[in-house]
C-alpha cells in the first residue's frame, strides 16, 4: 500500500511503502528510480503488528518505478501501485505517481461588516390611500358645510 504525505518543510512528498505481515520474509527494500535500483538504499523495517514499510521523499508531479526486494532474488510488486509498466526483465514494474504540489490554502476572507438593512420604503400605494381619504373627507366636509334650500 501507498501513502503520500505532502511535507512543507522539503517540499516533497512523504511516501510511505508497505508490505503485509503475511508474507514469509525475514528483509525488504523498496528499490527504484528514486535510489538508483539500490538494494540497500531504502530498507524496510518491520513494526510491532510485523507490517514491513519506508518512507522515502519524492518529488511532486512524478512518476517512479519501483519494486520491492525481498532477498536473494525474490522481487515482487505492489499491487495497490498507482500503475505497472513492463520492465527488460519481461515482467513489470510498480509505478508510485505524487501529486502536484499543493497550492497555498487561499487567504482567509476577514468577515466584512454587515450593512445595516435598509428600511422599507411605503409602498408607492399607500400616498395614494392618503390622498384618496383626503379627497373624500374633503368631500364630506363641503357637503357638511353646503346648507339645503330653503
Known amino acids: 500500500m501507498l501513502t503520500k504525505n505532502w511535507n512543507p518543510k522539503t517540499g516533497r512528498f512523504d511516501v510511505t511503502f508497505d508490505?503485509?505481515?503475511?508474507?514469509?520474509?525475514?528483509?525488504?527494500?523498496?528499490v527504484g528510480e528514486f535510489n538508483d535500483w539500490s538494494e540497500t538504499a531504502d530498507p524496510m523495517q518491520t513494526d510491532a503488528e510485523g507490517r514491513w514499510s519506508a518512507?522515502?521523499?519524492?518529488?511532486?508531479s512524478r512518476s517512479y518505478r519501483f519494486r520491492y526486494?525481498?532477498?536473494?532474488d525474490r522481487w515482487e510488486n505492489d499491487?495497490?501501485?498507482?500503475?505497472y509498466v513492463g520492465n527488460d526483465?519481461?515482467?513489470?514494474?510498480?509505478?508510485?505517481t505524487t501529486p502536484e504540489e499543493p497550492s497555498a490554502p487561499p487567504?482567509?476572507?476577514s468577515a466584512a461588516p454587515k450593512k445595516a438593512a435598509?428600511?422599507?420604503?411605503?409602498?408607492?400605494?399607500?400616498?395614494?390611500?392618503?390622498?384618496?381619504?383626503?379627497?373624500t373627507a374633503a368631500k364630506k366636509a363641503k357637503k357638511a358645510t353646503k346648507r339645503p334650500p330653503s
Open 19 to 30: 508490505l503485509p505481515a503475511e508474507l514469509d520474509i525475514e528483509q525488504a527494500a523498496v
Open 55 to 60: 518512507t522515502v521523499s519524492l518529488d511532486p
Open 69 to 72: 526486494h525481498l532477498g536473494d
Open 79 to 83: 499491487w495497490n501501485a498507482d500503475s
Open 89 to 96: 526483465f519481461g515482467g513489470a514494474d510498480s509505478v508510485v
Open 107 to 109: 487567504p482567509a476572507k
Open 118 to 135: 435598509a428600511k422599507k420604503t411605503a409602498a408607492k400605494k399607500a400616498p395614494a390611500k392618503k390622498a384618496a381619504a383626503k379627497k
